[in-house]
């Protein structure tokens, strides 16, 4: 069993104010594949070198596998690392590369004969074993860290935006890659990006972090679906999700939202916010684009049109507001095109417009 357990952990730089981790904690599962997410400069790779021991916390502890390893050195923690420089050896060839970990642990030639042709295969490296690096592409250098990673069989296994020198494409290609690999291997692994979209599609559970502190944790599509508070659902996907202030009125039993001098029916277990103002959070895809008007339709104008190839985006207009809207290839719309636009409030979310929080209300 190698779960993650990370307790109160805050670390300052020195010669720093702020905090890069702000009191953090975290439980990462046995076996789990969890992406520390969010912008530049929020912790994540702080937070991954404590897991490390490449940093020392000011305070708070770290625990793998059941132990406080806190005041271990990292060769006692059991962990396995891929950086973004790939870090292999030049005058190595793909085979002692891979071989490192193993070689430097006296491990049995046959024994490392074997694991290292494992590792090859799954990472398609098989042909290249006798290769130095320079003889390799970015993508194929970029395997064999990971080939290297992998073959110590450690209980934990760290990644710190691994494919962050590949181009798009290769990025995607091993992206799927990764996923496969991971899961078959079933190590426990934490995984740091910056973006967004490899964080959805590789995350077991995603932790979504911002000045220091977690402001997210749970499975890619619940934190999508459902952002704890505006910066979460401003982050995760592209285009981010649209923000529209409103009020909530009352319409005779049922609350409704008063966007502008325009009206829409509110889930109804809003009506305890009644009279408070509001901020609706709607995703691009969640909103329908219908050329009439209709109860519960907002009038807006189309303002540009993007082809994405899969979808078109909409840049509409709404109540002196601009909103994301996706539609199917198959709508032509013209730009300067007036519109009426529809959601379902189930898929509404709606946050506090003073800071930013989510506000829950009964079903
Ligand atoms: P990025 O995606 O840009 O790598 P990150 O989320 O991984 O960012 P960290 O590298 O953990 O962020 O940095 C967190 C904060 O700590 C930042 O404000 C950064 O400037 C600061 N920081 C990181 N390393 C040091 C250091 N060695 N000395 C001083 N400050 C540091």
């Known amino acids: 069993m190698a779960e993650i357990v990370l307790r109160n952990l805050v670390k300052t730089y020195p010669g720093t104010r702020s905090r890069a981790t702000d009191d953090v904690s975290l439980d990462v599962r046995d076996g789990e594949f969890l992406v520390l997410v969010g912008p530049s400069g929020c912790g994540k790779t702080t937070l991954l070198r404590m897991i490390a ?23 006692e923690r059991g962990l396995s690392m891929v950086f ?19 070689t430097m642990r006296k491990t049995p030639k046959a024994e490392v004969e074997r694991r290292v042709a494992e590792a090859a295969e799954l990472l398609h490296l098989t042909d290249y074993l006798d290769r130095y690096p320079a003889q390799l592409s970015g993508g194929q250098r970029q395997r064999v860290a990971v080939a290297r990673a992998i073959v110590v069989d450690a209980a934990v296994l760290l990644m710190d935006e691994p494919l962050s020198n590949l181009d798009a494409l290769l990025r995607q ?11 078959t291997l079933g190590t426990t692994t934490v995984y740091v990006t910056h973006d967004q979209a490899e964080a959805l599609s590789l995350g077991d559970r995603i932790a979504v ?36 202030p409103a009020r909530l009125d009352r319409a005779g039993d049922a609350p409704a939202l008063r966007i502008g001098d325009q009206r829409l029916s509110a889930p109804a277990g809003l009506a305890d916010h009644a009279g408070d103002e509001v901020t609706i959070g709607i995703r691009a895809e969640n909103i329908e684009v219908c050329e009439t008007d209709g ?10 049109v993007e082809p994405t190839g ?27 095109s007036r519109v009426w636009l529809a959601a379902d409030p189930g898929r509404m979310r709606f946050y506090r417009p003073d ?6 209300w009964s079903v």
């Open 173 to 183: 290609e091993f992206r799927t890659e990764l996923k496969r690999i991971v899961g």
């Open 84 to 102: 973004q420089s790939y870090a292999i050896f030049p005058h190595l060839r793909v085979r002692q590369n891979i071989a490192f970990g193993l």
């Open 209 to 244: 972090l911002r000045d220091g502190r977690i402001a997210q944790v749970g499975p890619p599509l619940e934190v999508y679906d459902s952002p704890a508070d505006q910066f979460v659902g401003g982050f995760l996907g592209a285009p981010p999700m649209n923000f529209l």
């Open 295 to 304: 109860p519960d339709r907002l009038a807006a104008r189309v303002e540009v």
């Open 310 to 336: 899969a979808a078109v985006l909409l840049t509409v207009e709404v109540a002196g507001r601009t909103l994301k809207v996706q539609t199917p290839p198959t709508v032509r719309i013209g730009p300067g």
């Open 355 to 360: 800071d930013g929080t989510a506000i829950r």
């Open 53 to 75: 021991d490449l940093e020392t916390p000011d305070s708070g502890t770290v625990w793998i596998g059941g132990r406080d390893v806190t005041d271990l050195p990292a060769r």
